[in-house]
């Protein structure tokens, strides 16, 4: 998303310089993840706090790479 809008990381980071919803492609984006979560792609527990910890354990070698 941001080579599509250089500067929006910050944007976001800012809080209040602009909402997800408010890019049209990261509202896309957004959309389409959920609709894909909706439909049952990402498993029963994709949103669970097991998941948030995801990136450290696969860089620990605790998760298949």
Do not use: H, I
């Amino acid at each position: 998303m941001e080579a599509l809008e250089p500067g929006l990381y910050d944007k976001l980071n800012a809080q209040w310089d602009t909402t997800f919803a408010a890019d049209a492609n990261a509202s896309t984006a957004v959309t389409e993840l959920n609709d894909l979560y909706q439909k049952g792609y990402f498993g029963k527990s994709a949103l669970s706090p097991r998941r948030s910890d995801t990136s450290k354990q696969m860089a620990s070698g605790q998760y298949a790479r």
